[in-house]
């Protein structure tokens, strides 16, 4: 088997068993974004001087003796909205095209001090808005399922290039559904950690109370390892929880589902939703179910009123976020040119700097957070999060976890939803409540949809710091329908 289709687990082991260098499988990688990049347009900066000698440090350190941990060498696409010292960051934004940061953010670092091979940058949707990165200045990521379809959003390039077999593993960010609704719609598997769990230090900001780095993998155990590598509290985010890191591999390690309480959302199925993904996820349920699994239906009313809420809270943080990026400090400067006013410099920058979402949600924000409009919009939208918070701990009184499908439906078509802003953020409808109430959740695999032959995910949500509980399911999940099917479902990206 080629080393771009091993699973991150095996090529550490590989690696650690002397029988197979860093630099080997780092290459391999290369190579292989090398050949269908171009199509995919998953990486936006690749660093294939700076990844081989990651490599060549890595495999001089096994040399030597070191003991490293279990993904020392494994080559990791980075989401291009953590700040990286050695290599470009622009949050897909024109306002920061070939910024250089002067520090690394602390998922960064960690993944260095793991010994993680950092190939490139990924595409996103610009500032990570958007759920298909069709928002991306530079030009969209495409579904290596259908190149003329979205990858998801905001992080379609990460997805995309662990769905190609391009790195077998990234990083990206979920603010409103941007791990999970990616993964589901590439085949992959996608985690949200609880919020807090992950350092937002370096990471730019969309929407500070709800963004959540995270883990894009082909497997569960990948997926858990990596969580590991890069989580746990960071004195330098104020908003880090100071707790342990949830025993994540050990439950991806041993997924067991046996007298587990497993509660499906009424509120999150039904009208809407393509039939071919609520056939899957069905389907799903009822393997839980003979795998010894509890299930009952279970009713979180305040989930319907979680999108509108969102569209508030996020726009009014990014609002605030965004108002650093002025032309005075860093990134794009637009009519400097000694005859204009400060502010003159800043409005041109701006506009010229940011594409048509951001300023879209810039707008929406800064109309929520203006005087006479706070309490109405802004306030009342926290209100609901609130109630929304306490459906999921009500509901958590009765289950262990929470089911519904990731995503309406499989991945759209490129352009479909280009002028339709309300059509686009129905992607994130499943996902949105588990990022108001800080929840952990995953997306894992659970077949194809009968309409298309796109992939469908099954979303596992869990209390608060309870990410084993996701990794515990979705590794049941993912074992049983790699029985059914034979392997894993994706065995190969069917347009590449």
């Known amino acids: 088997m080629s080393l771009t289709r091993k699973t991150a687990a095996e090529l550490g082991e590989l690696m650690a068993a002397g029988e197979v260098s860093s630099v ?6 290369l190579d292989r974004v090398a050949e269908v990049d171009g199509k995919v347009n998953a990486f936006l900066h690749v660093a294939a001087e700076a990844a081989l000698e990651q490599a060549r440090s890595v495999d001089a350190r096994r040399a030597a003796g070191e003991r490293l941990g279990p993904l020392a060498g494994v080559p990791i696409a980075h989401k291009d909205v953590f700040t990286t010292a050695d290599m470009p960051t622009t949050a ?3 306002i920061l095209e070939g910024y250089r940061p002067p520090y690394d953010a602390t998922v960064t670092a960690r993944l260095r001090e793991a010994g993680l091979v950092i190939l490139g940058k990924t595409n996103l949707d ?7 990165t069709e928002n991306s200045a530079f030009g969209p990521s495409r579904n290596p399922w259908d190149l003329d379809r979205i990858p998801g959003g905001s992080s379609g390039g990460s997805s995309a290039a662990v769905a190609s077999y391009q790195a077998p593993l990234s990083t990206g960010t979920d603010t409103g559904g941007s791990i999970r609704q990616p993964a589901a719609v590439t085949g992959i598997v996608g985690m949200k950690p609880t919020y807090g769990g992950s350092s937002r230090y370096g990471l730019i900001a969309f929407a500070s109370s709800l963004d959540t780095p995270g883990p894009f993998a082909r497997t569960v155990l990948d997926a858990a390892l990596l969580h590991e590598a890069f989580s746990g509290h ?4 104020s908003t880090s929880i100071h707790a342990e890191v949830p025993p994540v591999v050990e439950a991806a390690r041993h997924g067991d589902v046996a007298g587990l309480r497993v509660g499906v959302v009424r509120e999150l199925s039904g009208e809407g939703y393509q039939p071919g993904v609520l056939a899957r996820f069905q389907e799903a349920v009822e393997l839980l179910e003979s795998l010894g699994a509890k299930v009952v239906e279970v009713s979180c009313p305040s989930f319907t009123y979680a999108l509108p809420a969102y569209y508030l809270i996020a726009p009014s943080e990014c609002s605030s976020n965004l108002a650093r990026f002025d032309g005075m400090r860093y990134g794009l400067r637009v009519g400097d040119d000694g005859t204009r006013s400060a502010e003159e410099v800043m409005a041109l920058t701006r506009a010229a700097g940011f594409g048509p979402e951001v300023k879209r949600r810039i707008m929406l924000g800064t109309y929520a957070l203006s005087s006479g409009y706070y309490d109405a919009y802004y306030g009342s939208a926290q209100k609901v999060r609130t109630l929304i918070s306490r459906d999921f701990e009500a509901a958590f009184h009765q289950v262990d976890v929470l089911v519904s499908p990731t995503t309406p439906t499989t991945a759209f078509p490129i352009g479909e939803r280009a002028d339709d802003p309300m059509a686009m953020y129905l992607a994130d409808l499943c996902t949105i409540p588990a990022n108001l109430a800080g929840n952990a959740a995953i997306s894992v ?6 309409e298309d032959g796109l992939p469908a995910g099954l979303q596992i949500m869990a209390p608060v710091l309870g990410d084993d509980r996701c990794y515990r399911v979705g590794a049941a999940v993912e074992k049983a329908f790699q029985d059914r099917w034979g392997g894993p479902l994706l065995k190969e990206a069917p347009a590449l």
């Open 24 to 29: 080997e499988v780092t290459q391999a990688h």
């Open 92 to 94: 897909g934004s024109k």
């Open 126 to 132: 610009e500032f990570a808005m958007g759920s298909s």
């Open 234 to 237: 960071d004195v330098m985010d």
């Open 445 to 450: 695999p659970c077949g194809l949809a009968d």
